[in-house]
């Protein structure tokens, strides 16, 4: 019986080699073929034709997300993670920084995309597929980085940072799809390793980081200004030309009032698509 058990087992043993020796000699072929036919189309090996391949994707993917398509900046960033969701680092990386800096409202993905972000980061640093100009921004910052963020005060760790104090102080008080009260300017330092990207095209020197990462981080309160980047011009004037019949502080008032108003729906509603956003995604 044990003689029968044992020569069972020998058959086993020699099939999975035979299974094995015909698998390594499938991939080889395999191989061949492939080297074969990347030598064909003009490249010196298949890292080089990968490397070509991924660069022209990322390059449809940039030419998509800045077509017809995609309503605009508002919208970008949502639909940059959709198209991305299963490319390989090196194309994320190329079109993350070729899009960054043309993606406004970017607070809902903030999850999924700091996910995204540090998923890449382990593979390979996104320094590499800089610009040259972003990289000479990123190589010239100290380490550790002094950074500032102008925001509401929920949103103070967020992922896109400025190194230049007057910028953050200018999103403090309000602009870019961001009017929410209770306003704040954040400083705080990053070790240079956990930040993802660098841009300086919209003239912002903007530093996208890592917010676990952040370091001493304090805050002080912006007050708005009504006059900042909201009152419409006929506000102003009715102001002046009713100054004889109606109290100015009163309608100033009325005023702040609607416009806080309008901020706190503002706030609700992004929060909501947030929500909506992460529950879509799992």
């Not at 605009?72 to 800096?101: A, K, N, Y």
């Not at 953050?168 to 330092?189: C, K």
């Not at 004037?237 to 502080?249: A, E, G, K, M, W």
Request: proline share 3%; aromatic share 8%; with cysteine.
């Amino acid at each position: 019986m044990l003689e029968v058990d044992m020569t069972h087992t020998k058959q086993k043993v020699s099939a999975k080699r035979g299974t094995r020796a015909k698998r390594r000699k499938r991939q080889k072929s395999y191989a061949t073929i492939l080297l074969k036919s990347v030598k064909e189309q003009g490249f010196k090996s298949i890292e080089d034709a990968v490397r070509q391949w991924n660069a022209e994707e990322a390059r449809k993917l940039v030419g998509y997300l800045y077509g017809r398509d995609v309503a605009g900046s508002h919208t970008r960033c949502g639909e940059f993670i959709d198209v991305i969701f299963e490319e390989p680092t090196e194309v994320f990386w190329q079109v993350f920084l070729d899009v960054w800096d043309g993606c406004d409202r970017t607070w809902p993905c903030k999850s999924i995309l700091l996910s995204l972000l540090r998923q890449h980061h382990g593979n390979t640093v996104s320094h590499e597929f800089m610009s040259s100009e972003n990289r000479a921004f990123f190589d010239r910052l100290p380490n550790p980085v002094t950074v500032y963020r102008g925001c509401a005060r929920y949103r103070m760790r967020g992922l896109s940072w400025t190194t230049e104090r007057a910028v953050a102080m200018q999103f403090a008080r309000g602009m870019r799809f961001d009017g929410e009260p209770d306003r704040v300017l954040v400083t705080a330092e990053i070790p240079k390793r956990w930040i993802f990207g660098a841009f300086i095209d919209r003239g912002e020197s903007e530093v996208v980081l890592d917010p676990k990462r952040l370091r001493k981080i304090r805050h002080e309160v912006v007050h708005h200004d009504i006059n900042h980047n909201s009152a419409p011009s006929n506000v102003s004037l009715h102001l002046t030309c009713n100054s004889s019949q109606t109290r100015p502080d009163s309608l100033v008032a009325l005023y702040d009032a609607r416009k806080n108003l309008v901020l706190a729906l503002r706030s609700a509603v992004q929060r909501l698509e947030a929500a909506i956003w992460s529950r879509t995604r799992r």
